[in-house]
């Protein structure tokens, strides 16, 4: 089963603040994907990749920047957080299948 | 518009009973993924189907691909099926593969 990591598990920042998420695969999946997932939304897109140096924009891309160095690796960047981006984000990676999650971050804007 | 409409949004089920969650989709979609979201807030693998149906102990999803939804079966509800279900249909039109999601149901098993 494909094994999904991400870092920090819980973040605590300022308005304007930079912050940095990351995930890890260890499977060699080609797709990675990061959502965020708010009370009534459910899970919403923000970006993916296939593969390193791959991006391609989701659906609620605005005020978030994703980088894929290698196929392992998959950032997420807010480089001026605001508090509507406070929110549990999720990565995941596929094999062109099924999806697999990791156990997600909370990220807190003040 | 959301192109993934979940049914019910929430649902009460007694330990022992059983009922169906649905997913209509929108748009034609090529597969649809079903997870539970645990208390702690982890995404639990249930279903792949790219059609037809899978049955896995006391769950049992369908995929309509040419009628555009899904359903997922919960029968014998036990306490341990509580929390949130989504389904996540694949589609798209970029080449790359896509997920939309629906916005869940909340499943409370009662004693």
């Known amino acids: 089963e494909a094994a999904v990591t991400q870092s920090p598990r819980n973040k605590v920042t300022v308005t304007g603040g930079n912050v940095t998420l990351s995930c890890r695969q260890t499977n060699s999946h080609n797709y990675m994907y990061w959502y965020r997932q708010d009370t009534g939304h459910g899970l919403r897109l923000i970006h993916y990749s296939y593969g390193a140096g791959n991006l391609q924009i989701g659906d609620v891309p605005d005020g978030y920047k994703a980088t894929r160095t290698t196929q392992e690796d998959f950032f997420l960047l807010l480089e001026l957080a605001s508090p509507s981006q406070t929110s549990l984000y999720f990565c995941?990676?596929?094999?062109?299948?099924?999806?697999?999650f990791g156990p997600g971050t909370r990220l807190t804007v003040l | 518009g959301d192109q993934v409409e979940q049914s019910p949004s929430a649902l009460s089920l007694h330990e022992g009973t059983g009922s169906a969650l649905r997913c209509n989709f929108t748009?034609?979609?090529?597969?649809v993924q079903w997870f539970q979201q645990n208390s702690r807030g982890s995404l639990i693998n249930l279903f792949y189907?790219?059609?037809g149906t899978k049955e896995n102990g006391r769950l049992k999803s369908t995929f309509n691909s040419k009628e555009s939804y899904s359903t997922l079966h919960i029968r014998d509800a036990q306490l341990e099926d509580s929390g949130t279900y989504f389904c996540?249909?694949?589609?798209?039109?970029?080449?790359?593969?896509?997920?939309?999601f629906g916005k869940g149901t909340s499943l409370t098993v009662i004693p």
């Open positions: 996540a249909a694949e589609g798209g039109n970029t080449g790359y593969q896509n997920f939309y």
């Open positions: 748009t034609t979609m090529r597969a």
């Open positions: 995941a990676s596929s094999d062109a299948y099924e999806q697999y």
């Open positions: 189907l790219a059609s």
